[in-house]
């Protein structure tokens, strides 16, 4: 964990380093809040992977829900708000990478990837088989993460520059996110019985049967996921309300 | 390239959805075979004739107060950390889902293999928070180590001079004798909830 944590700030370091000096006043403003955003990326990380959420996730399904929240859901955004102004430039001009950049993060490929990660991670039978290893733990850590990342990164990234996705159409997009989280929610919550066999044969944690747990886990994913979706939806509102402002210009008075 | 990536998520998702973990596909075969997801023993002895003393300080005639029932008997501990909360949970939770006709039918016996530290009290509370219709009966150790031996399961290891939160090695199985007797089922640690739900009904009613 703590080498993760390490190789976070050390990449920041590095992208703070590859900003090019051309930075003006308002570059210095946006890195100095994406300090923040970056700061905030890693430690949800660190929250969701170190104890006690890492280590209950192993014995509970609603820990393990919560790291899926914390490491797919809210370490992304963040962590991709935290990326300098200058390093974005960087990549913008590198054609090669905003070419694969364009494809992969096209938000009905990220969209669809994320949904597939999302739908193969929470299978019963890939959950107890990797979650008994460490590194079929690390394995679905990564999953989640590097699947966030690709899921955010149309709604967050600035590069490749993408005009027709624009706010209404990322609140779409977004939305769309909620209601796919349906599904598996309605499973998890609904089910008569445990699916994990990892979860339900687990040494007991607190009062929380297989059943409950498998149920907190099923509400933690609609509402956290829902809570963390819908405030993404509303900030790209009020984003699009702003724009939308200052387009038509300050109102005149009598 | 997008054919690729279409078909790189279709390749994923079939690999996904055929992966099937072993021991599901071992209670499964089971059933298949025998009707039951436990490990079926045919042809065996009449369920065992002990007397203990239960939770509450009576006597306990375990053929007498099982006859023409579903016995579901466990030895284990109520300091145990793993096989047995998840034993006694899993049987709890499923009984639940039952006819209250069904649930009448059956009894769960669980003998402690530990009555230094099982008390009376304690067993009625830790059974209690599982389903307050458990039976938890007491012996002494010989009294329990002989009626497991009875049974071909290893006497328990209690590991006293480990201090007093010491572990007690015991069998993990908890054994079915269905009401007209005349077979067992062996259910090891590992069977789910699952297994119960399908299991129970047929033993209730073979």
Known sequence: MWLLVALLVALFWLLGRASDDSAGAADASHDRKARWAWFGGVLALWVALDWPVGALSGYLASAHMLQYLLTALVAPPLLLLGVPGGAWRRLASRPVAVRILRFVTHPLIAIAIFQLILFYTHLPSVVDRLMVTQLGSLAIDTLWLGGGMLFWWPVVAPVPDRPRFGYPLKMGYLFLSTVLNTMPYAFLTFGELPFYGIYELAPPVGILGAREDQQVAGLLMKVGGGVVLWTAITIQFFLWFNREGEAEGPVPTA | ?206
């Open chain 2, 1 to 206: 390239m997008r054919l690729l990536a279409l078909t790189a998520c279709v390749a994923v998702l079939s690999v996904a959805c055929r992966v099937e973990a072993p021991e599901r596909t071992q209670a499964e075969e089971r059933a298949r075979s025998t009707g039951y997801r436990g490990i079926f023993l045919p042809d065996a002895d009449a369920r065992p004739d002990f007397v203990l003393t239960d939770m509450n300080g009576e006597t306990f005639d375990f053929r007498r107060e099982t006859e023409g029932k579903l016995a579901l008997l466990f030895f284990g501990y109520t300091y145990c950390p793993d096989v047995c909360p998840v034993h006694m949970a899993s049987i709890a939770a499923v009984k639940r889902d039952l006819s209250v006709d069904e649930q009448r039918g059956m009894r769960v016996v669980f003998v402690t293999a530990d009555p230094r530290r099982d008390t009376p009290e304690r067993l009625v509370s830790w059974l209690g928070n599982f389903d307050p219709d458990f039976v938890g009966l007491r012996g002494t150790e010989a009294e329990v180590d002989s009626i497991m031996l009875g049974l071909a399961l290893p006497a328990a290891i209690r590991d006293t001079a480990a201090g007093p939160d010491y572990a007690v090695g015991h069998a993990s199985q908890v054994i079915a004798f269905p009401p007209g007797d005349g077979f067992r089922v062996i259910y090891p640690f590992g069977t789910r909830q699952a297994d119960w739900k399908h299991d129970l009904p047929r033993l209730l009613d073979p």
